[in-house]
C-alpha cells in the first residue's frame, strides 16, 4: 500500500470493516481526531458495491483510506486476511488513494459489546439493526489508525 509521504494526511478519512457480506464504514477527522460510524454498505460475495462506494468517496473527498486486517490472537492473519488486502488493493487501485491497513483484532467483539452497553443504559431504544455492529467496528479501526498515528508523531 501506498503511503503519502511526510506521513498520513490530515483531513477527512474513511475506513472500512470489510466483510464478505457487510462492510462497514466509517469517516474521521485526523486534525479533530474525531471518528463516527457512518453506514454499512451490502457486499454480494465478498464483492464490494462499487456504485455506493463510488458516492462515499466522491461525497467525502478523503485523503486517506484505511482497512482493517483481520489476524488471530497470535498475530498471524487470519482466512480473512487475503480477502481485506485484496480489497484494498482494489480501494488503491480504483481511487488512486493512499490506503493503509491496521489490525481489526477484537473490533467486532468490542463492537457488540458497545451496542449491548448502549442497549442496556437505555440510549438505544430501536432494535439492532444489521450492520451496525459493522459501522462500529469501522470506527473502532479508524480510532486505532488515529491513535497509532498519533503517537509516532
Known amino acids: 500500500m501506498k503511503t503519502p509521504s511526510g506521513g498520513p494526511p ?7 470493516d470489510f466483510g464478505a457480506r457487510r462492510i462497514g464504514v466509517a469517516v474521521g477527522d485526523r486534525t479533530l481526531a474525531s471518528a463516527s460510524g457512518l453506514t454499512t454498505l451490502k457486499a454480494r460475495n465478498g464483492e464490494a458495491d462499487w456504485v455506493a462506494l463510488d458516492a462515499l468517496i466522491s461525497e467525502w ?3 486517506v483510506l484505511v482497512v482493517g486486517l483481520p489476524q488471530h490472537a497470535d498475530g498471524n492473519e487470519s482466512s480473512m486476511g487475503a480477502h481485506a488486502r485484496a480489497f484494498a488493493t482494489s480501494l488503491e487501485t480504483r481511487y488512486n488513494l493512499p490506503v493503509d491497513m491496521v489490525d481489526e483484532s477484537l473490533t467486532s467483539q468490542a463492537a457488540n459489546a ?3 452497553r448502549l442497549r442496556r443504559s437505555g440510549m438505544l431504544r430501536r432494535r439492532v439493526a444489521r450492520g451496525d455492529s459493522d459501522r462500529i467496528a469501522a470506527r473502532l479501526i479508524l480510532e486505532a489508525w488515529m491513535a497509532r498515528h498519533s503517537a509516532t508523531e
Open 10 to 16: 490530515s483531513g477527512t478519512t474513511l475506513a472500512f
Open 114 to 116: 458497545e451496542l449491548r
Open 61 to 63: 473527498q478523503p485523503g
